[in-house]
């Protein structure tokens, strides 16, 4: 159980989105403490912002200086690390899932100050838009606060076509035992060929948000309907 607000914003951009978000940090922020200060479990944050900007790339160098940065995107290599840091794959996981996965496994917990991370793989962005100087990437982003994630956004895919074929590599891998694999939308196909303007959408975790303005340890202390302790 959890608590999101979801938005969709016609004819904006990625980065309006990220501004968006930036806004209201700093807007909550004021409006609970009257400062853009905050304290969350014994640490100080300044949110005042301007938010670091960095890629997932870029990240996952930043904290893994030893890799070859010119082979994030070699699957065998990847695999080969994946191996070391004992991530869970097989041998038909995507680059780009090697990628996110040592992303999750060295990064995410070491991005303590706001910190927006952008250019996701495409290969696990199946609703996101390529970008357009390179398609193995797409425009997304996520925001990261005292080491959680706490929003996600990126420019909406409204190409059919794209996404037709984007469905069909999803629905192969859910075939191929990824729970997590979406399935075709045909519904969702035919109303993108009616046409939809470009539009880019956001997802905030309300929990982890109330967490951290609250200073929670738990994310279990602010769950509308948490489940029960035992005694």
Known sequence: EFT???????????????????????????????????????????????YKRITLEESVILFNPDLDSGRLRDQDYLLGICKKLKIKTSEDTTAGKLLFGIFEKTVENNLIEPTFITAYPKDISPLSRANDDDPWLVDRFEFFLAGRELANGFHELNDPDDQSERFKAQAKEREGGDDEAMVYDEDYIEALEYG????????????????????????????????????
């Not at 016609?10 to 400062?35: Q, W």
């Not at 880019?200 to 769950?223: C, E, H, N, Q, Y």
């Open 196 to 231: 939809m303007p470009p539009t880019s959408g956001l997802g905030v975790g309300i929990d982890r948000l109330t967490m951290i303005f609250t200073d929670k340890p738990s994310i279990r202390d602010v769950l509308l309907f948490p489940h029960m302790r035992d005694k």
């Open 4 to 50: 999101m607000l979801e938005l969709y914003l016609a004819y904006a951009s990625y980065e309006d989105i990220m501004k968006l978000v930036e806004e209201m940090i700093i807007e909550i922020s004021k409006e609970l403490y009257g400062s853009t200060t905050i304290t969350y479990q014994d640490k100080e944050y300044d949110l005042s912002g301007p």
